[in-house]
């Protein structure tokens, strides 16, 4: 089945269940990944991380999370403005689709697990540049706002499925938002596409 996610890189619930995405391609699922700006009222400087504050504490169990499945991970120190960041993904993910898989892995351990600057220029370009994407004109592009309006048609998309938070999966007819077990996550998939089977051996029916 076609499956298109909504991410944001700095969502801990949508990191811990990476995994779940992992296990979706892993059954042969095709996926879309779609940029969502969680909090598109975070300063553009971003915002440090209060220890022991409610996201530190959040933190905490994000990191229970990621032992049970073997997930890396490391407490950020800080925030970032992802507006310009979610604009570029859109644009590989236009551009350079190919690229896309690395780029996404590379964001990912660069805020989860390296503690990395997500708005640092040059922590982008080498995620650019370790995914073979064409680097300048992916940067290009983004300086002369198609990202920021690839990323509004993303979070338009996103709304009208009512979409208002990440992670987001859309399969079929339904959307699953936040963080699951596994084991009933793949129900509900299962079910899914038993039920997309069901109706496509009907529709070809004479």
Known sequence: MQVTLWNDYICPWAYAARPLTD???SEGHEISVRSYELHPDLAPEGKQVKPGGRLDRVFDHIATECAQVGLEFNKPSRSPNTHQLLGI?????THAPGSFAVFDAELAASH??????????????RALDRADAPVDDILEMAA?????????????????????????????????TGLHPPEQFERWVHKLAAKAATSEAESSSP
Not at 89 to 93: I, K, M, N
């Open 144 to 176: 002369d706002g198609e990202g920021s309006r690839l990323l509004e048609q993303s979070m338009h998309d996103a709304w009208d499925l009512d979409v208002t938070g990440t992670p987001a999966w859309r399969i079929g007819s339904l959307t699953i």
């Open 112 to 125: 989860w697990v390296r503690n990395e600057a997500l708005d640092d220029d040059a922590v982008v370009r």
């Open 23 to 25: 296990w979706l391609v």
């Open 89 to 93: 993904c859109e644009l590989v993910s």
